[in-house]
C-alpha cells in the first residue's frame, strides 16, 4: 500500500453515534492534516500534526476530536454530530521543514452522512 | 489569518482554447503556491506549484505566474483537452507555514 489510505469510504452514522475516521501514509512525511469538504467551504482546514504534536485547532467543535498516535497515523472521533456534518472528510500529509516540499498527498476521503 | 479569494468560479472553454484561473492571498509572509485538480469523485491531486523566490513555472501546458507585490498568482493551461475537466483548487501556506489555505475552487469544463 503506498500514498494515504483512508478508511472507511463511506461512513452513516446516526447524531447519537460515536464513530472513527482512519487515516495512515505511507510516505514518510512528518505532518498531517484533516479537512472537511462540503459545497459551501471546500477545503476547509480543521486539525494539523506536525511530528505527531497538534499545531492547530481551526475553531472546529469538540465533537471532533483528533488523535495522531504516530507519525504515521491519524484519527478523528466523531460523536453526537448534526447534519451539517454530513461532508467528504479528507486526510493529507506533507514533508515540512528543511529539505520539506510541503506539497501534500490526499487521500480518498470518507464520505460522512449524519442522520 | 490567510484569506484566499479564486476566480472564476465556473470556467467554460472550447477544446483547444487556453484558461485562466487566478487567485488573490492576503499575508505577503506566504511563500508556497500550490494548485490542486480535482475530477468527479477522486482526491485532490498536486498539479503544479511556485515558491515566492520564482516569478513563473512551466510544465508542459500547465503555467503558473506569481505576482507577489499584488499578492495575486495564475493557473494557466493551454491547449485545453476534456480531460482537463475537473475543480482546481489554489493554495497558500498559512502565516506559520504549516499548513495550507485553499481557495473556493474553479470548475473548468472543456467541450470538444
Known amino acids: 500500500e503506498t500514498g494515504v489510505t483512508q478508511t472507511p469510504r463511506h461512513l452513516v452514522m446516526g447524531m447519537t453515534n460515536k464513530k472513527s475516521l482512519k487515516c495512515e501514509q505511507h510516505?514518510?512525511?512528518?505532518?498531517m492534516y484533516w479537512y472537511k469538504q462540503s459545497a459551501k467551504k471546500p477545503l476547509e482546514l480543521m486539525f494539523v500534526?506536525?511530528?505527531?504534536?497538534?499545531?492547530e485547532n481551526n475553531s472546529v467543535p469538540s465533537r471532533f476530536s483528533p488523535e495522531c498516535p504516530n507519525s504515521s497515523h491519524l484519527f478523528l472521533h466523531l460523536h453526537t454530530l448534526q447534519p451539517e456534518d454530513s461532508a467528504l472528510y479528507l486526510c493529507?500529509?506533507?514533508?515540512?521543514?528543511?529539505?520539506?516540499?510541503?506539497?501534500?498527498?490526499f487521500g480518498s476521503g470518507t464520505r460522512l452522512t449524519v442522520v | 489569518g490567510e484569506n484566499v479569494e479564486q476566480h472564476p468560479s465556473t470556467l467554460s472553454v472550447q477544446e483547444g482554447d487556453s484558461a485562466v484561473i487566478k487567485c488573490t492571498y492576503s499575508?505577503?509572509?506566504?511563500?508556497?503556491f500550490p494548485w490542486y485538480k480535482q475530477e468527479l469523485g477522486k482526491r485532490p491531486q498536486l498539479i503544479i506549484d511556485?515558491?515566492?523566490?520564482?516569478g513563473e513555472k512551466k510544465d508542459q501546458r500547465i503555467a503558473v505566474t506569481l505576482n507577489k507585490t499584488a499578492k495575486h498568482f495564475s493557473l494557466h493551461i493551454t491547449e485545453t483537452q476534456p480531460e482537463d475537466s475537473a475543480v482546481y483548487f489554489c493554495?497558500?501556506?498559512?502565516?506559520?507555514?504549516?499548513?495550507?489555505?485553499f481557495g473556493k475552487g474553479t470548475t473548468l469544463s472543456v467541450s470538444s
Open positions: 493529507a500529509s506533507s514533508q515540512v521543514g528543511p529539505g520539506g516540499d510541503y506539497g501534500y498527498t
Open positions: 510516505l514518510g512525511h512528518n505532518a
Open positions: 511556485i515558491r515566492s523566490n520564482v
Open positions: 500534526y506536525n511530528f505527531k504534536e497538534q499545531t
Open positions: 493554495a497558500v501556506s498559512n502565516q506559520a507555514g504549516t499548513a495550507l489555505i
Open positions: 499575508d505577503s509572509a506566504s511563500n508556497y
